[in-house]
């Protein structure tokens, strides 16, 4: 059972355009969620992260949206580079739980 | 180095055998965990330590697989009658403490052929 979803495998921003991906989530007891970025060959490395007691939280050209009664966040990148282009992932964690449940990924292109 | 790594960077084994799986984590970095990515889907948790001890160990498969971490430092993932089902990317991650942001390794992708 899946429950962090990311229903779009793949996205296609212009450069210097803003990029927004989404996530959703079953399990209303997660209580932080993060943003993972993750380039070929390498690991995932973590991006931005939010507390279910906040709805925002910006770092830079990223800013992650959380909407718990949705149960669903975003994350946004503006202006998109060339660079950003990789694979993102969602994650979510319960209180006081150190694993952490992953999405299957979007695939970030920005065209230059 | 400065991050986790993980060796060998890429495993083909044939069916039935035993294989190992080593991560060194981020020197001082007492939470160490383990997540296997297969084709087409986000990481999935299998177990975690605090410095020697599996803290969860849920998320392990079967009673194939095991990890340990002797020292509070260096962990091995060992599986045993390795099955193509098996076959998937091993991720390993740290932090300094447990709740704090986890650094991944590049992965051991493991191929049972």
């Known amino acids: 059972d899946q429950q962090v979803k990311q229903n779009s495998p793949s996205l296609s921003v212009q450069e210097g355009r803003i990029s927004i991906l989404n996530c959703d989530y079953t399990?209303?007891?997660?209580?932080?969620f993060l943003w993972y970025k993750k380039y070929p060959a390498e690991g995932p490395t973590f991006l931005i992260s939010i507390s279910s007691i906040k709805d925002k939280n910006e770092d830079g050209r990223f800013t992650v949206f959380l909407n718990k009664s949705a149960k669903h966040l975003s994350l946004h990148i503006v202006p998109s580079q060339p660079g950003d282009s990789a694979v993102y992932f969602c994650a979510a964690s319960n209180p006081g739980a150190n694993n952490l449940f992953f999405g299957t990924g979007t695939r970030l292109t920005v065209i230059p | 180095g400065a991050g986790v790594s993980q060796t060998p960077s890429n495993k083909v084994t044939e069916k039935g055998k035993y294989v190992e799986l080593r991560c060194d984590p981020i020197?001082?970095?007492?939470?160490l965990y383990w997540y296997r990515q297969s084709l087409g889907q986000g990481p999935e948790f299998l177990i975690y330590f605090q410095g020697t001890g599996a803290a969860d160990d849920s998320g392990l498969p079967n009673d194939r697989f095991f990890a340990v971490r002797p020292e509070g430092s260096v962990s091995t993932l060992k599986i045993q009658r390795t099955e193509r089902g098996d076959s998937a990317v091993y991720l390993c991650?740290?932090?300094?403490?447990?709740?704090?942001?986890?650094?991944f390794g590049q992965g051991t992708r493991l191929t049972v052929v």
């Open positions: 020197s001082g970095h007492t939470a």
């Open positions: 399990n209303s007891m997660f209580d932080y």
């Open positions: 991650a740290s932090s300094l403490y447990l709740n704090t942001e986890a650094f």
